[in-house]
């Protein structure tokens, strides 16, 4: 069992930068790969991007590629998402995951997910 939390969300204005962290516990962070979803309302949970154990493979969404970075400190448990240049339509509820280690785009390929943050962007 992992259990994951979000933070750092918020509202920003178009064009601003946002940071989100993911606290991970329950098992040996440095053996799990990680991604990160979005949902906006209404909407279906979508892929924004994945990062390998080690860190040093990544895969991202081609709306955010260019302007979000995934990173993570193995040291602190941690996962980051750091959001620039951000759009309206990058608002949405973020949600870190635990991966099967594929970097899949595939929600379903992710098995523990944490409980969301809440990212606003206004025009």
């Known amino acids: 069992q992992v259990q994951l939390v979000e933070s750092g969300g918020g509202l920003v204005q178009a064009g601003g930068s946002l940071r989100l962290s993911c606290a991970a516990s329950g098992r040996t962070f440095s053996d799990i790969a990680m991604g990160w979803f979005r949902q906006a309302l209404g909407q279906e949970r979508e892929f924004v991007s994945a990062?390998?154990?080690?860190?040093?493979?990544?895969v991202y969404a081609d709306s955010v590629r260019g302007r979000f970075t995934i990173s993570r400190d193995n040291a602190k448990n941690t996962l980051y998402l750091q959001m620039n240049n951000l759009q309206p339509e990058d608002t949405a509820v973020y949600y870190c995951a635990v991966g099967d280690g594929s970097l899949s785009r595939l929600a379903r390929k992710y098995y523990y997910w944490g409980q969301g943050a809440q990212v606003t962007v206004s025009p």
């Open positions: 990062i390998s154990r080690s860190g040093t493979s990544t």
